[in-house]
């Protein structure tokens, strides 16, 4: 009964490439309309995990600039059963989880404390901050699905004509840094992954897309089949490029543009103010390792000073305030207890 099935089906497939006379474009991923009680039934299926934790159970470098996204705001034409504002979001946290200056909070330290229209990436900026206050991030990314579809354009011309088909994602990022609430600017990219041209007089080369353009969206998401798919390679390709853009936009500076050397010069409680500032290229946000001077060495036996040791980082601070071209204040995320007034810091 499979096999009559699939035999009509493919008929009818061929039969439709015969009857179509020019190049048409259709977008794919569900047919029926959008409704709020299928939205609501995407929310209502999710699975929370406690953020506290999650964030505890990775240890997470002080140096290295922490993310939080937050669901996506879908703007595409997609209609089908894949939450895609948390699907997209999640996906991409997973492909920075493992990175070194760079690091991904889960997404699902976060979901339980959104309602339902935030969870569709509804989410205001003053928002945003205040989740990634909440867990002690460093940035926070909101973003906006342009687009997310499957695409199949089909000819025919008096030689025979052609099929071919494209899996297009498109999305936004608007990252946003957690210490001062500034936006640190836009990331925007497209990615497409297209098929081979097939004549429509060869049925067994294109039937595979054709099915795959409609019945995608019965597939897992993030499924080895999903990835398999044109679609799933877009995503993936989309997934590089904004990673990529995002990294250049909030990554730490790689060195400090001073005249003399970057030190602590007081320690206030839990903040500290160091020697540099506008004029060396400091940023609010920025991260620095501290490294003491190098302990006393002396020999065991006669107490003569050997020389001393090499330094070691003993903290890490972060720029909480850019106050003029040679001062700024800072926040000790790190080594409280051993740092001391004239240790360096080091961009790292």
Known sequence: MTRLCWF???TILISGCATVNESTVMPVLGVAKKE???ENKKTENLSFVHGSESILGKKIDPLAQSVLFLPFEDKSNYKG???VSVDLASGLADSLVNGESLV???IETSLELLDKKELKGRITEER????GRKFGVDYVVLGAIEELSMKRFRATVPVGGYRSYQGITSVNLFPYRVIDGQSVGVVAREATEDSKRYGITNP???VP???EYFLLGQMDWGSPEFHNTLLGKSVGKNFVKLVAGLDSLIRPRTNLKVASAPKII?????RAYINVGLADSVANGNKYGVWDQGRQLKDPSTGNVLGSALPRRVGVVQVEQVLSEHLSLVRILEGKEELKKDYDLRAE
Do not use: N, R, T
């Open 104 to 106: 991904s909070i889960p």
């Open 81 to 83: 059963e894949w939450f």
């Open 266 to 270: 007081d320690i206030d409680g839990q």
């Open 209 to 211: 897309l054709e099915k």
């Open 204 to 206: 067994a080369a294109f």
């Open 128 to 131: 945003a901050l205040e989740i």
């Open 8 to 10: 009509f089906f493919v």
């Open 36 to 38: 709020e009680g299928d």
